[in-house]
């Protein structure tokens, strides 16, 4: 699995554990909706430095050490969560 996949997957993950939609989610992390979107959609790459600024903003909204790598990082748990988040939409 590519980390573009595993981003995507761990993105709405974070995005579903903040109980935000994609637009509030974006906006609390200080990025647009279209770019948020493109991300979740594996249509853009980040930067090293867009990373950090969504490990940061993620940290911040949940309470929580997220670390850029954690963004990149392939979860068993997160992926199934991931799923089920999907099927109910």
């Given at each position: 699995m590519?980390?573009?996949?595993?981003?995507?997957?761990?993105?709405?993950?974070?995005?579903?554990?903040?109980?935000l939609?994609q637009e509030?989610f974006?906006e609390?992390?200080?990025?647009?909706l279209?770019?948020e979107n493109?991300?979740?959609k594996?249509?853009?790459?980040?930067?090293?430095e867009?990373?950090?600024k969504?490990?940061?903003?993620?940290?911040e909204?949940l309470?929580?050490?997220?670390?850029?790598?954690?963004l990149?990082?392939?979860?068993e748990?997160?992926i199934?969560k991931?799923?089920?988040?999907?099927?109910?939409?």
């Amino acid at each position: 699995m590519k980390s573009k996949d595993v981003l995507a997957i761990n993105l709405k993950y974070y995005r579903y554990m903040s109980k935000l939609s994609q637009e509030r989610f974006a906006e609390a992390l200080d990025t647009s909706l279209i770019y948020e979107n493109q991300l979740e959609k594996k249509r853009r790459n980040p930067s090293l430095e867009m990373l950090d600024k969504l490990a940061e903003g993620i940290s911040e909204l949940l309470k929580t050490s997220i670390t850029p790598a954690d963004l990149i990082k392939y979860d068993e748990k997160r992926i199934i969560k991931h799923h089920r988040i999907d099927e109910r939409n």
